[in-house]
């Protein structure tokens, strides 16, 4: 027989009760206040007639606009013309990435800090020249390079070089600083230089996540190279551009429809690749 005497049973807290929706004290409640604000004054501001576009007329011409696609031109000439510009539309794309991945690597060494005592001197510059390169968009780069480079792939190629290295330069940038840093550390300690620990220690560890980054900028380059030809930059956009300048709205919705299929085709196979780099 037991000489304590019997303990009352312990009473079950009650049930947490969840964080309330606004707090006075949460930063992140009141910045989301301001932007929710801030749309509001956007939608106030613009001139939006509303009413215009969802009135039976404007529905109407939009309807006669669409019906003037069909039927789309299947001409074998005109299909190998499509041909040849959605081939030059890809090579832009994926030249252009290329380029971009290499220069956003050279420029992301710099860019970043390698480890805790690095003193990263060529930071701050570096990353105001991706901020350049990235803040001016494609076609502004074609429409610049058109003057030096000529019209035609060259100009397109160039742009999403230039714009996509502002881009990829950073991310490189973010993830080599993020990386783990007990394997470089490890090597540093024994006298290994900086090139080699990040050859042998950073890099693998950062190479599928900078893969990675690769490859979606190149389905977005996809997309951009097809309206870089609306300036002369060459591939399908240089024909979708010539062909809805003449009204010729038939060969122009060959042109959408093979647009939308190479996007898909590549936006389907970078998302397999990631998926494998990922396992």
């Known amino acids: 027989m037991s000489l304590h005497p019997p303990q009352p049973a312990a009473a079950h807290p009650p049930d947490k009760l969840p964080p309330r929706l606004f707090n006075a004290r949460c930063r992140a409640c009141w910045f989301s206040l301001a932007l929710l604000l801030l749309v509001l004054a956007s939608f106030l501001s613009l001139d939006l007639q509303w009413g215009a576009f969802f009135s039976r007329e404007a529905a109407a011409s939009m309807g006669r606009f669409l019906g003037e696609f069909f039927p789309p031109d299947t001409s074998p000439a005109f299909l190998k013309k499509v041909a040849l510009g959605a081939w030059e539309?890809?090579?832009?794309?994926?030249?252009?990435?290329?380029?971009?991945?290499?220069?956003?690597?050279?420029?992301?060494?710099?860019?970043?800090?390698?480890h805790g005592g690095d003193a990263a001197w060529a930071r701050r510059p570096t990353r105001w020249l991706l901020n350049a390169l990235r803040a001016i968009p494609e076609l502004v780069w074609a429409a610049l390079l058109l003057i030096s480079a000529g019209l035609g792939p060259f100009a397109g190629t160039l742009a999403l070089a230039f714009h996509t290295s502002g881009v990829l330069g950073r991310l490189?940038?973010?993830?080599?600083?993020?990386?783990?840093?007990?394997?470089?550390?490890?090597?540093r300690a024994q006298g290994?230089?900086?090139?080699?620990?990040?050859?042998?220690?950073?890099?693998?560890?950062?190479?599928?996540?900078l893969m990675s980054y690769t490859l979606y900028r190149w389905e977005n380059n996809i997309r951009a190279a097809a309206v870089l030809g609306v300036v002369g930059a060459g591939g399908l956009g240089q024909l979708l551009a010539f062909h809805m300048g003449l009204f010729q709205m038939g060969k122009t919705a060959t042109l959408i429809?093979?647009?939308?299929l190479m996007v898909g085709l590549v936006d389907a196979l970078s998302h397999l690749l990631r998926r494998r780099m990922a396992g």
Not at 89 to 114: D, E, I, K, V
Not at 257 to 260: C, D, I, K, V
């Open 257 to 260: 429809g093979a647009m939308l």
């Open 192 to 209: 290994v230089g900086t090139l080699r620990v990040f050859l042998y220690a950073t890099l693998p560890q950062v190479l599928p996540q």
């Open 172 to 187: 490189f940038a973010e993830a080599i600083e993020n990386a783990p840093s007990g394997p470089g550390d490890a090597l």
């Open 89 to 114: 539309t890809l090579a832009m794309s994926a030249l252009g990435t290329l380029l971009a991945a290499a220069a956003g690597l050279l420029l992301a060494l710099p860019g970043s800090r390698l």
